[in-house]
């Protein structure tokens, strides 16, 4: 895979995870990585089938979320990355983050997982994502394009899966043929 991306110096591979559960839900996951694929300096180099899974931490009923997982490689840096990824989301019709409630449905949600080896504690970004390890609709995509992902300062993501296999998650089939 690494050298399809030669042409990127300094590149990262990055994970994304991605989930909606409001307005076509399929659509708005696969549109949002034809946009991280039209990203300056970035590609995909691997996406997850999508899966339907069950909110967590809702504040009251909504409809189930359809997931995914990219790889990207990128020679941006992580604060960049993020910053574009919010304004995939913007387009999306997601609220700025100082209006929106935690857990609540969305059109489109974009987390920046893991990013290389980096570990970072920052007020608008942490690396590896802070929660990922408790979440099966993260680590089950992940684990399909990267059966050996290891959680900087965790360890390895197939131990943590074991560990949530409460949460139901089904595979489900793409919206857009990628």
């Known amino acids: 895979m690494q050298h399809r991306f030669r042409h990127l110096p300094g590149a990262s591979l990055a994970y ?13 996951v696969a549109r949002a990585i034809a946009e991280m694929a039209r990203l300056p300096r970035t590609r995909v180099a691997a996406v997850s089938p999508n899966y339907l899974s069950a909110p967590l931490g809702a504040n009251g ?17 992580a604060p ?5 990824m919010r304004a995939i989301e913007k387009r999306h019709g997601r609220p700025p983050t100082e209006q ?11 987390d920046l997982l893991l990013f290389g080896h ?39 993501a197939r ?4 560990r949530v296999h409460g949460q139901r998650i089904a595979r489900t089939r793409r919206h857009i043929r990628l």
Do not use: C, E
Request: no cysteine.
């Open 80 to 84: 960049a990355l993020l910053k574009r």
């Open 159 to 162: 131990r943590w899966l074991r």
């Open 61 to 77: 009923p909504q409809p189930d979320y359809v997931n995914a997982v990219a790889a990207l490689v990128t020679s941006l840096a």
């Open 100 to 110: 929106r409630l935690r857990n609540a449905a969305r059109t489109l949600d974009l």
């Open 16 to 28: 994304v995870g991605i989930g909606s559960n409001l307005a076509h839900p399929r659509r708005h």
């Open 118 to 156: 980096r570990r970072l504690r920052h007020r608008q970004l942490t690396l590896p994502h802070p929660r990922m390890h408790q979440r099966a609709f993260v680590l089950r995509p992940l684990l399909d394009i990267a059966p050996a992902a290891v959680i900087p300062g965790r360890g390895a």
